[in-house]
């Protein structure tokens, strides 16, 4: 069994709902795609790191800070670095990861320890024959019912990006119960069967 990743809030009433805007690229960032990001060279230096800022706005809603924050505005997960410790030990290593430096206008409190989350591994997993795709372009425009073919995911992949929908992250069922008795906090799992798109 497997499980989406969903880009929604754990608790609407507690979790941080922050707006604004990012800082420290005037690149495109292909941080939902899969494709591994090589920042560009700054000028007169050889460093190829950018470093990330995100800044609220007014119209943020404070509240519960959690190990996956969901910020529109920024492409990509977005983890705490305590999380990405607990990655580190399960020895997820499929994922690229930048420094990202979030500050709270209206408090004056910056936090420093998130990370921008790219990532890589896309699996073509989808059941093609008991899915109900609707394609536009050759790309798929809508799901009104998505299986996923569980014999076509490698049996240690816990964690990648849906062939034919990249922006959409799939975890493994031990992913998802680890997660869950760890108790990290802002995730949310979708059943696939349940997806619409």
């Not at 990012?22 to 190829?48: A, C, I, M, N, Q």
């Not at 998505?146 to 849906?162: C, G, Q, S, T, Y």
């Amino acid at each position: 069994m497997h499980w989406i990743l969903q880009k929604d809030f754990q608790n609407e009433e507690t979790d941080a709902m922050l707006e604004g805007e990012l800082f420290g690229t005037e690149v495109y960032l292909p941080f939902e795609t899969g494709e591994e990001f090589t920042p560009p060279r700054k000028k007169f230096s050889l460093s190829r790191s950018i470093e990330l800022r995100f800044v609220t706005d007014d119209d943020s809603k404070l509240g519960r800070m959690t190990d996956k924050l969901l910020i529109y505005e920024i492409p990509g997960l977005i983890f705490s670095n305590r999380f990405v410790e607990f990655l580190d030990k399960m020895r997820i290593d499929n994922i690229q990861y930048f420094e990202l430096e979030i500050e709270i206008t209206q408090t004056g409190e910056t936090y420093d320890d998130y990370m921008v989350a790219n990532l890589l591994d896309v699996v073509d997993c989808i059941d093609k024959e008991n899915s109900e795709l609707i394609y536009e372009e050759g790309e798929i425009d809508e799901v009104d019912k998505l299986v996923l073919d569980e014999r076509r995911i490698p049996a240690n992949m816990h964690l990648f990006r849906l062939g034919g929908l990249p922006s959409l992250v799939i975890v493994s069922d031990d992913f998802k119960k680890t997660v869950e008795s760890y108790g990290f906090t802002g995730f949310v799992f979708q059943d696939p069967s349940e997806f619409i798109l």
